[in-house]
RNA sequence: GGUCUCGUAGUAUAACGGUUAGUACAUCGGGUUUUCAUCCCGACAACGCGGGUUCGACUCCCGCCGAGAUCACCA
């Protein structure tokens, strides 16, 4: 059997981090099993509609590298995707239901149902819609809710995260199926479109559980076959136990594209929070997820977001892309990240600054604080040397004499590149009796006054022979 | 309040009746010719509580406690 599944959000905004992993889920399922993965909009809430927001979920899904097999752009043999453009099939399986006596037009007022609720509370019972159903009901026509009539009774299912589950009679009520407005509920468009679409898997998050048995009845009532369904557990906000969403700052999953992470990270780590193959694997390219995925390993508890490993495992994608794809591959990627000085340098210098600076990024973002020194000349600030940790011990008289011996030596080298600066380097540790510590701090901050800066000879190399001799005789008559 | 779910270090997790409870991030310490980082080594740190079942329980059962979800003409 052909395993389908999907990704079905609404448009009511960016997607962000606490809820892109049900589109994650789905994904890996269906590559993993040659299936497919269909991206539907549920855009049924007209007052909740936010123009340009289908647009930011595909935006966010091809970023990440999901793509679909079917839905908005793609198209695909089930459309519409666009549930609100779907109205004439919900209608239609409506009707049914209203022929086989399962469905009833509903006239209460809100008003006389906020009545009910508040006796039932008052009571301390539960309120249940069904108890209250009216005597006469009206036919269903445009500006009446139909309302679903169930039939209580207990009911047993699978889910494949959860597990068995059991719940009795009193959690089934009369749903609202078509509101007044014609336009479906969630409740009613998800089974209907699932159905239609032919969905195997039923992925979505763990706020969905107690409804089940709700649905389950209307499958039934439907003449239709439940999918397989799947739970997934909430991701927790950082702070409090509570599952992240925008009130907690969540940022959207292309906002962290903008702060230089890279999407096969994002991707890592947003698919290995509450899921995990059983091995000691961090690292995961996109193909290894698809490969090791399944549902059984996925935690039924909540997963806390934590960004100090999302970090943490950005670093480790930039290495990995760096030492397996080349300086080049990781160079396409960070366009948007450097300093404005760097504007006028061409990509050969740029990819050189990366070289050597590369296994020091957290995130792309970071080159723009870490690199402006290669770009432009730094301010001279003669108390960063003076107050330096190793240098602080030498009077400035000797500074200038070291510096000066320095400036002596590399002058007269004859080739500037990695292997005679170093070799000229520990030539001048010995002739000047000098730890490494304060000669190598002295000519770095001199070059750079940076807090921190890569190899003292891969630095001055990149930087080139008149730039850094230009800097360090600056410095020495500022001393 | 009803119903349902969850509970291993600060965080993410491994274990599936027998281990000194493993790993990663974070934190702290050390090492690699300066700094910051990488890399390497080391340290700290956990089975919510109480009963069972069993020769033996993180693992199975029950109770409690704690946390969460849901009870809309939102999805």
């Given at each position: 059997?052909?395993?389908?599944?999907?990704?079905?959000?609404?448009?009511?905004?960016?997607?962000?981090?606490?809820?892109?992993?049900?589109?994650?889920?789905?994904?890996?399922?269906?590559?993993?099993?040659?299936?497919?993965?269909?991206?539907?909009?549920?855009?049924?809430?007209?007052?909740?509609?936010?123009?340009?927001?289908?647009?930011?979920?595909?935006?966010?899904?091809?970023?990440?590298?999901?793509?679909?097999?079917?839905?908005?752009?793609?198209?695909?043999?089930?459309?519409?995707?666009?549930?609100?453009?779907?109205?004439?099939?919900?209608?239609?399986?409506?009707?049914?239901?209203?022929?086989?006596?399962?469905?009833?037009?509903?006239?209460?007022?809100?008003?006389?149902?906020?009545?009910?609720?508040?006796?039932?509370?008052?009571?301390?019972?539960?309120?249940?819609?069904?108890?209250?159903?009216?005597?006469?009901?009206?036919?269903?026509?445009?500006?009446?809710?139909?309302?679903?009539?169930?039939?209580?009774?207990?009911?047993?299912?699978?889910?494949?995260?959860?597990?068995?589950?059991?719940?009795?009679?009193?959690?089934?009520?009369?749903?609202?199926?078509?509101?007044?407005?014609?336009?479906?509920?969630?409740?009613?468009?998800?089974?209907?479109?699932?159905?239609?679409?032919?969905?195997?898997?039923?992925?979505?998050?763990?706020?969905?559980?107690?409804?089940?048995?709700?649905?389950?009845?209307?499958?039934?009532?439907?003449?239709?076959?439940?999918?397989?369904?799947?739970?997934?557990?909430?991701?927790?906000?950082?702070?409090?136990?509570?599952?992240?969403?925008?009130?907690?700052?969540?940022?959207?999953?292309?906002?962290?594209?903008?702060?230089?992470?890279?999407?096969?990270?994002?991707?890592?780590?947003?698919?290995?929070?509450?899921?995990?193959?059983?091995?000691?694997?961090?690292?995961?390219?996109?193909?290894?997820?698809?490969?090791?995925?399944?549902?059984?390993?996925?935690?039924?508890?909540?997963?806390?977001?934590?960004?100090?490993?999302?970090?943490?495992?950005?670093?480790?994608?930039?290495?990995?892309?760096?030492?397996?794809?080349g300086a080049e591959a990781l160079y396409e990627r960070t366009h948007?990240?450097?300093?404005?000085?760097?504007?006028?340098?061409?990509d050969?210098?740029h990819i050189?600054?990366l070289a050597?600076?590369?296994?020091?990024?957290?995130?792309?973002?970071?080159?723009?604080?870490?690199?402006?020194?290669?770009?432009?000349?730094?301010?001279?600030?003669?108390?960063?040397?003076?107050?330096?940790?190793?240098?602080?011990?030498?009077?400035?008289?000797?500074?200038?004499?070291?510096?000066?011996?320095?400036?002596?030596?590399?002058?007269?080298?004859?080739?500037?590149?990695?292997?005679?600066?170093?070799?000229?380097?520990?030539?001048?540790?010995?002739?000047?009796?000098?730890?490494?510590?304060?000669?190598?701090?002295?000519?770095?901050?001199?070059?750079?006054?940076?807090?921190?800066?890569?190899?003292?000879?891969?630095?001055?190399?990149?930087?080139?022979?008149?730039?850094?001799?230009?800097?360090?005789?600056?410095?020495?008559?500022?001393?």
């Amino acid at each position: 059997m052909e395993i389908i599944t999907r990704f079905a959000p609404s448009p009511t905004g960016y997607i962000h981090i606490g809820n892109v992993r049900s589109a994650i889920y789905p994904y890996l399922l269906a590559r993993q099993n040659k299936g497919k993965l269909i991206l539907r909009i549920e855009d049924t809430d007209r007052a909740r509609y936010v123009e340009g927001a289908t647009e930011l979920i595909e935006d966010t899904l091809k970023w990440l590298g999901l793509d679909w097999d079917e839905g908005p752009i793609v198209g695909g043999p089930n459309g519409p995707y666009f549930q609100s453009e779907r109205t004439e099939i919900y209608h239609a399986w409506a009707r049914k239901l209203i022929k086989s006596g399962r469905a009833y037009a509903d006239p209460t007022t809100p008003e006389q149902l906020d009545q009910y609720r508040k006796e039932c509370s008052e009571k301390k019972i539960p309120f249940l819609y069904r108890n209250y159903r009216p005597k006469n009901m009206p036919e269903w026509k445009p500006g009446i809710p139909l309302r679903f009539k169930t039939e209580p009774k207990e009911y047993s299912w699978h889910d494949e995260v959860m597990g068995d589950m059991h719940t009795g009679s009193e959690v089934l009520d009369d749903i609202i199926l078509i509101k007044k407005d014609g336009y479906p509920t969630y409740n009613f468009a998800h089974i209907v479109d699932d159905a239609e679409m032919g969905v195997t898997h039923l992925m979505r998050g763990v706020e969905y559980l107690s409804s089940t048995p709700n649905y389950l009845a209307l499958y039934e009532a439907l003449n239709l076959t439940p999918p397989k369904i799947v739970s997934l557990p909430h991701i927790l906000a950082p702070q409090g136990n509570k599952k992240l969403g925008k009130r907690d700052g969540a940022k959207s999953v292309t906002e962290y594209r903008k702060d230089g992470i890279l999407a096969e990270a994002m991707l890592n780590y947003l698919a290995c929070l509450g899921w995990n193959d059983g091995t000691e694997q961090e690292i995961y390219t996109k193909e290894e997820l698809i490969k090791n995925f399944s549902l059984d390993r996925i935690q039924n508890s909540g997963a806390r977001y934590d960004e100090t490993k999302l970090l943490w495992l950005n670093g480790q994608w930039i290495r990995k892309i760096f030492d397996e794809q080349g300086a080049e591959a990781l160079y396409e990627r960070t366009h948007a990240f450097w300093p404005d000085s760097a504007k006028n340098y061409d990509d050969q210098y740029h990819i050189k600054v990366l070289a050597i600076i590369y296994d020091r990024l957290k995130t792309l973002s970071d080159l723009r604080e870490m690199t402006d020194y290669f770009f432009v000349d730094p301010t001279i600030n003669i108390d960063l040397l003076v107050n330096n940790k190793f240098l602080k011990k030498l009077s400035e008289a000797e500074l200038e004499t070291l510096l000066k011996k320095s400036i002596t030596k590399l002058t007269a080298l004859k080739k500037w590149d990695a292997d005679s600066l170093q070799t000229a380097l520990n030539e001048l540790l010995a002739e000047t009796n000098k730890k490494p510590a304060e000669l190598f701090s002295l000519i770095r901050i001199a070059v750079s006054f940076a807090p921190f800066s890569p190899a003292l000879h891969l630095t001055l190399e990149v930087l080139g022979r008149d730039v850094s001799l230009a800097r360090l005789n600056a410095v020495a008559s500022a001393i």
